[in-house]
């Protein structure tokens, strides 16, 4: 089983849309951290946010929220009134306490903004 | 320079050439990573280096050989490369402390001709 997992490969929306890019995650350890990152054309991989496993406040910066529920080991992303440039591939990234300082990624959700 | 610094940015060689690819980072950090990222796959680990020590080869083949002079750089050493391992290469760092995560470069795209 994939410990981190974005079932959405590909999400398109017209510009001003609200978007949410989910993430399941499956780990046993009591302590641990989730990471989304953006990964637009250029190819760099951008970090968003870091969250761990004791904070589950909810976060909001700007057009981007992220809502931690552990009941659902769940760790989803929104982009409110979504803009072309947040055209990107977003990644998920699980980092456990019995997996050193590796990060674990989803397969990535590739967004895709029109016009 | 802030960041990870990765060169060349794009590359394209035969199969029968070799070349290398560069990974600066000057934060301080003591893990350096490689990852394969191909169309429309997953990101895929191959490398991790922890204070210069190679902790992590993901079964990679041999054809492709990191080296890490210094906590500061990494390289990997391409040579008889094959068609198939075009693909976009990322060198990440952090710190060794889990909880922050990595700082990525920008990427070598690979192209094998």
């Known amino acids: 089983a994939q410990k981190v997992t974005q079932a959405q490969t590909e999400i398109s929306v017209v510009e001003k849309e609200d978007v949410t890019l989910d993430c399941v995650y499956e780990?046993?350890?009591?302590?641990?951290?989730l990471f989304w990152y953006k990964q637009p054309p250029s190819g760099e991989l951008v970090f968003l946010i870091r969250?761990?496993?004791?904070?589950?406040q909810n976060e909001i910066s700007g057009r981007y929220s992220w809502n931690f529920q552990k009941s659902t080991s769940s760790f989803n992303f929104t982009i409110t009134a979504s803009q072309v440039v947040d055209s990107a591939v977003y990644f998920c990234?699980?980092?456990?306490?019995?997996?050193?300082?590796?990060?674990?990624f989803g397969g990535g959700t590739r967004l895709m903004v029109k016009p | 320079e802030t960041g990870v610094t990765q060169t060349p940015r794009h590359l394209v060689m035969g199969m029968t050439n070799k070349k290398s690819l560069k990974c600066e980072q000057h934060?301080?950090?003591?893990?350096m990573y490689w990852y394969k990222q191909s169309a429309k796959k997953p990101l895929e680990l191959m490398f991790v280096?922890?204070?210069?020590?190679?902790?992590e080869n993901n079964s990679v083949p041999s054809r492709f050989s990191p080296e890490c002079p210094n906590s500061s750089h990494l390289f990997l050493h391409l040579h008889t490369l094959q068609p198939e391992d075009s693909a976009l290469y990322l060198c990440?760092?952090?710190?060794?402390?889990?909880?922050?995560?990595?700082?990525f470069g920008s990427g070598t795209r690979l192209t094998v001709v």
């Open positions: 990440a760092s952090s710190q060794g402390d889990r909880e922050y995560g990595y700082t």
């Open positions: 780990t046993r350890d009591t302590t641990y951290y």
């Open positions: 969250r761990n496993s004791f904070d589950e």
């Open positions: 990234a699980l980092s456990e306490n019995n997996a050193g300082n590796m990060l674990t």
């Open positions: 934060l301080g950090h003591n893990a």
């Open positions: 280096y922890n204070f210069k020590e190679q902790t």
